[in-house]
């Protein structure tokens, strides 16, 4: 089992115990996991009577908008003026699956210059230093999981069912349903003990995974026959979907989760990437099946980061000159690698 350090939270408890109003924050496209081990803290938190608001920067997906407690999460785009005032009460923020502020897009710069207690709970590489505690651990495999491991901590007897599903899907959806490489065996004990809190992982499953519309499937069908695009020599593949595409197929925010991944059970492909057009930039995601760094290909070319094995970015340019961009990219890194 995890060994989280006690007087950390010990600490925090004081400081809660002090305080009147608590937000709960996570990064831009809130997944499963920002919004798994947000919710999980609001439930906690709300048994000990305090006043405690979920924030994120933009919508949630349908995977996760089935959540006990999601119908309560205030949108800062739909909702500036309130979640500005919410943010500036704060007396405690937590900081949840992202490690640095610039992840909060339009909440960025009322939570850097609240003055509350900020608390990091994370497992992505390097984090930044805005926050007042920090637990970042990149062996974790989730920001659930180590809520979890917070939590227990915390106070052992007020976790509950329905606090375990909640840190159950975030776990779930991050490590592709315990199936990459981060879900080691703490993951497992941990998800062990939080079935015993009677979670019921069908029905997680089916909600978060059988929940799309025949458009996203067929959305699917598309991409992989008409517009993947496999690198051979350099051990890539690639999507690329366009706007109009998107409109053909009636696109729904989050129809694209778990597309990035789909090449990567292609033999010998090790690099995935997914190119969303936007508005006015471009969305990358990247994943790794092998030890290639898609966090440093992130941060080098794609103005991102993220994980060694799942990272992201997003550029101001054309899809055509993203695309090339990951091509020359993809070049020049798998022949480091090679050499
Ligand atoms: P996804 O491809 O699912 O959007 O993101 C995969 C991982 O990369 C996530 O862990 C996410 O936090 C990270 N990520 C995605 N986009 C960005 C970005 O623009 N900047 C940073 N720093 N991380 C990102
Ligand atoms: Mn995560």
Not at 136 to 161: G, P, R
Not at 303 to 315: C, V
Not at 319 to 331: H, Y
């Amino acid at each position: 089992m995890y060994q989280i350090d006690k007087d950390k939270v010990k600490k925090i408890k004081e400081i809660v115990s002090k305080s009147k109003k608590i937000l709960i924050t996570g990064h831009t496209n809130p997944d499963g996991d920002a919004i798994g081990s947000a919710l999980s803290l609001f439930h906690f938190f709300n048994k000990l009577d305090i006043e405690t608001t979920v924030v994120m920067p933009d919508e949630i997906t349908n995977s996760t908008s089935w959540l006990v407690g999601a119908n309560s999460i205030l949108i800062n785009e739909d909702n500036k003026a309130l979640v500005s005032k919410h943010v500036a009460e704060a007396d405690v923020i937590f900081c949840v699956d992202f490690n640095e502020p610039k992840r909060l897009k339009s909440l960025k710069d009322a939570v850097v210059a609240s003055k509350a207690v900020k608390v990091m709970i994370d497992h992505h590489p390097q984090p930044n230093d805005f926050v007042d505690f920090t637990f970042s651990d990149t062996n974790i495999s989730s920001a659930s999981e180590y809520v979890y491991y917070f939590l227990k901590e915390y106070n052992n007897n007020l976790i509950d069912k329905t606090i375990a599903e909640c840190i159950f899907l975030g776990i779930t959806t991050d490590t592709g349903c315990f199936n990459f490489s981060s879900a080691t065996s703490p993951t497992f004990i941990a998800a062990a003990e939080l079935l015993a809190y009677g979670v019921d992982k069908q029905k997680i499953l089916s909600n978060t995974f059988d929940n799309y519309s025949e458009n996203r499937m067929r959305l699917m069908g598309y991409v992989l026959q008409e517009k993947l695009v496999v690198m051979p020599e350099q051990k890539a593949a690639y999507i690329g979907i366009t706007k109009e595409e998107f409109e053909k197929f009636d696109y729904q925010n989050g129809d694209h989760e778990y597309f990035v991944n789909l090449a990567l059970s292609i033999k010998n492909v090790e690099v995935s990437a997914l190119f969303l057009e936007m508005e006015e930039s471009v969305r990358i995601s990247l994943r790794s099946g092998s030890d290639f760094d898609v966090n440093v290909l992130a941060r080098k070319y794609f103005k991102g980061g993220g994980h060694k094995k799942a990272a992201g970015g997003k550029l101001y340019m054309s899809l055509v000159d993203t695309i090339s961009r990951f091509e020359k990219a993809i070049i020049a890194s798998m022949n480091i690698k090679n050499n």
